[in-house]
């Protein structure tokens, strides 16, 4: 009846397990992308539709390989919108090892007003998950107060492109300490220039690193199998926390790093027969060991001389 109506509970779907970056293959695929991907998931509630912001990625999640091909099929026959799906990029951070001091003077002398912007920073490294702070205690009016928001934009710019591979650079103070101002030729956008550089500089000095997410993986599989799975995640750099058993199950929690993972689906299938199921989470991040980041930053720059 109207006063005391039936509750069903809802339907539970399962969480996504794999991932694709999707692009558009054409300018007029690009306007109809943004119509169609509300529909594919309003029609099938285990997709999930993520953009990117650190990597500028279209994220489609589902749940496999099979699953996203399907999508991407379907998109192409229903709506007639061509995407390509590649593996999603990792979205890698740089950070300092140890403190450092850097100072620029940005000069320069044309017919009229020339600029001039002179800062002295001071960077350290904080803990890990601190993300990134600016703070100033110059004295005496060495950089005059209104210029600090411009040097903190030129901080805060600047900060979007590390000096390894042009990843984002978190956990770090940069503090301003000292400078210098001409009456005439200072202006906001030298200080901003001046303080770009001086970071570049402070960060090149400070034994920059680079970190990798890392995942907090739970995977649950029938006991015949924990052999091959603890092998598998060991070739992945995976940490085991430790082993639940469950009814003829058995649940593995592990911290792996996000770039191992990336097709771990198609690996757990091919082991278990397709028996076994997962999730992860976002953990924390870590230090990339030092050959794979010279790999990743090679990469990287190879990537951006195609671009």
């Given at each position: 009846?109207?006063?005391?109506?039936?509750?069903?509970?809802?339907?539970?779907?399962?969480e996504p397990i794999y991932s694709v970056s999707i692009r558009p293959l054409t300018k007029?695929?690009?306007?109809?992308?943004?119509?169609?991907?509300?529909?594919?998931?309003?029609?099938?509630?285990?997709?999930?539709?993520?953009?990117?912001?650190?990597?500028?990625?279209?994220?489609?999640?589902?749940?496999?390989?099979v699953h996203l091909e399907v999508v991407v099929d379907r998109m192409q026959r229903k709506?007639?919108?061509?995407?390509?799906?590649?593996?999603?990029?990792?979205?890698?951070?740089?950070?300092?090892?140890?403190?450092?001091?850097?100072?620029?003077?940005?000069?320069?002398?044309?017919?009229?007003?020339?600029?001039?912007?002179?800062?002295?920073?001071?960077?350290?490294?904080?803990?890990?998950?601190?993300?990134?702070?600016?703070?100033?205690?110059?004295?005496?009016?060495?950089?005059?107060?209104?210029?600090?928001?411009?040097?903190?934009?030129?901080?805060?710019?600047?900060?979007?492109?590390?000096?390894?591979?042009?990843?984002?650079?978190?956990?770090?103070?940069?503090?301003?300490?000292?400078?210098?101002?001409?009456?005439?030729?200072?202006?906001?956008?030298?200080?901003?220039?001046?303080?770009?550089?001086?970071?570049?500089?402070?960060?090149?000095?400070?034994?920059?690193?680079?970190?990798?997410?890392?995942?907090?993986?739970?995977?649950?599989?029938?006991?015949?199998?924990?052999?091959?799975?603890?092998?598998?995640?060991?070739?992945?750099?995976?940490?085991?926390?430790?082993?639940?058993?469950?009814?003829?199950?058995?649940?593995i929690e592990a911290q792996v790093p996000l770039a191992e993972i990336l097709r771990y689906?198609?690996?757990?299938?091919?082991?278990?027969?397709?028996?076994?199921?997962?999730?992860?989470?976002?953990?924390?991040?870590?230090?990339?060991?030092?050959?794979?980041?010279?790999?990743?930053?090679?990469?990287?720059?190879?990537?951006?001389?195609?671009?």
């Open positions: 009846t109207k006063e005391r109506p039936v509750k069903i509970a809802p339907i539970e779907f399962p007029t695929d690009v306007d109809k992308l943004g119509t169609v991907l509300p529909r594919i998931t309003e029609e099938d509630p285990t997709l999930q539709v993520r953009r990117d912001t650190d990597t500028s990625e279209t994220i489609l999640s589902g749940m496999g390989d709506f007639g919108v061509g995407v390509a799906a590649a593996t999603p990029k990792v979205p890698y951070k740089e950070t300092i090892a140890v403190p450092s001091k850097a100072d620029y003077k940005h000069k320069k002398q044309t017919g009229g007003h020339g600029q001039y912007g002179h800062v002295c920073f001071e960077l350290e490294p904080l803990p890990r998950g601190e993300g990134f702070q600016f703070a100033e205690r110059v004295v005496g009016g060495a950089v005059p107060k209104n210029y600090i928001p411009a040097v903190e934009k030129g901080v805060q710019e600047g900060k979007l492109e590390g000096v390894l591979a042009r990843y984002p650079v978190v956990d770090v103070r940069v503090t301003l300490y000292d400078g210098s101002s001409h009456p005439v030729d200072s202006s906001e956008i030298s200080f901003k220039i001046a303080a770009s550089q001086a970071l570049k500089k402070g960060l090149s000095q400070g034994q920059p690193v680079l970190l990798e997410p890392i995942m907090r993986l739970e995977v649950i599989v029938p006991e015949a199998f924990i052999g091959d799975i603890i092998g598998d995640l060991n070739t992945k750099r995976a940490k085991v926390l430790g082993m639940t058993p469950e009814g003829g199950t058995q649940i689906a198609i690996d757990l299938r091919s082991i278990t027969q397709g028996r076994g199921t997962y999730k992860t989470e976002f953990s924390h991040y870590e230090e990339v060991p030092p050959h794979l980041a010279d790999k990743i930053i090679a990469e990287r720059a190879a990537e951006r001389e195609k671009a």
